[in-house]
C-alpha cells in the first residue's frame, strides 16, 4: 500500500520550453501532495505544498508562475516547469500525505530533468 | 519543526545490526520523530515513526529516550541494499499541521562487505 507513482521518471528539453511532471497516489486518496527539488549531492527542498481543489502554497524563493501546480484530484498532481533553462535541471520529487497512518507522507520515484 | 543533528557517515559490516543516531533536543510534546531513507536517485521511502514509545516494524526499530531529546534508528541485519541516506525528521502529525516535512543532510551509511 501506500504507493506514489511519477512519470516521466526523466526528461530531456530544450531552453525555453515547458514540461510537465505528474504524481499519482496509486491506492489511496491525497488532498495533500507536496513537491521537492533535490539538486546534486544536495538534500531535498520543499517547494509548494498542492492542495486538492485549491491554490497551491508555495515555499519562499519559490517561482509561483514558474512552478505551476494543479491538484485537480483526489489521486493526481502536477508540476509544470514553464519557460525551462538550464538551472532548472534537478531531480524532482513529488510526495502524497496518507489521511492514514497519523498523515504520513509517501515519496514517489522522481523526476530528473535535463534542460539544454 | 525541531531541527535534528545526525552524523554526516557511517560504515556498517553486512549482516551487523545497523545503529543510526539521531539529537533532536528541542522537540516538543506533540512532534513525531519519523525516519525516512533515499537511495540513490530514488525518491525517499519511509522507514518507522513514533512519538514516545520505541516502535518495530520490518524494515527497523525505533529507540526514543525517555527525555525525548534522541532517537536511534536500528537496522537488525544490514545488507548492502540498506546503503542509503537516511534522515531524522520531526513534525508534528495531523491534519490541520501543515505536514511540511523539513529535510536535514542525514546519515550516509555504507554497508560493507
Known amino acids: 500500500g501506500a504507493v506514489v507513482s511519477q512519470h516521466p521518471s526523466w526528461v530531456i528539453c530544450k531552453s525555453g520550453t515547458s514540461v510537465k511532471i505528474e504524481c499519482r497516489s496509486l491506492?489511496?486518496?491525497?488532498?495533500?501532495m507536496f513537491w521537492y527539488r533535490q539538486f546534486p549531492k544536495q538534500s531535498l527542498m520543499l517547494m509548494a505544498t498542492?492542495?486538492?481543489?485549491?491554490?497551491?502554497?508555495?515555499e519562499q524563493g519559490v517561482e509561483k508562475d514558474k512552478f505551476l501546480i494543479n491538484h485537480a484530484s483526489l489521486t493526481l498532481s502536477t508540476l509544470t516547469v514553464t519557460s525551462a533553462h538550464p538551472e532548472d535541471s534537478s531531480f524532482y520529487i513529488c510526495?502524497?500525505?496518507?489521511?492514514?497512518?497519523?498523515?504520513?507522507?509517501?515519496f514517489g520515484p522522481g523526476t530528473r530533468l535535463t534542460v539544454l | 519543526d525541531a531541527k535534528t543533528t545526525q552524523p554526516p557517515s557511517m560504515d556498517c559490516a553486512e549482516g551487523r545490526a545497523a545503529n543510526l543516531p539521531c539529537n533532536h533536543s528541542?522537540?516538543?510534546?506533540?512532534?513525531?520523530v519519523y525516519w525516512y531513507r533515499q537511495i540513490h536517485s530514488q525518491g525517499p521511502q519511509y522507514i518507522i515513526h513514533g512519538l514516545k514509545n520505541n516502535e518495530t516494524n520490518e524494515m527497523a526499530s525505533l529507540i526514543i529516550t525517555e527525555d525525548r531529546k534522541s532517537s536511534t534508528l536500528i537496522l537488525p541485519h544490514a545488507t548492502l541494499r540498506d546503503t542509503a541516506v537516511y534522515y531524522c525528521?520531526?513534525?508534528?502529525?495531523?491534519?490541520?499541521?501543515?505536514?511540511?516535512?523539513?529535510f536535514g543532510q542525514g546519515t550516509e551509511l555504507s554497508v560493507k562487505p
Open positions: 525528521i520531526v513534525r508534528v502529525a495531523g491534519y490541520n499541521q501543515g505536514g511540511k516535512l523539513i
Open positions: 491506492d489511496f486518496q491525497a488532498t495533500t
Open positions: 498542492s492542495n486538492e481543489g485549491s491554490k497551491a502554497t508555495y
Open positions: 510526495s502524497a500525505r496518507s489521511e492514514t497512518s497519523l498523515y504520513t507522507q509517501y
Open positions: 528541542t522537540i516538543s510534546g506533540n512532534e513525531y
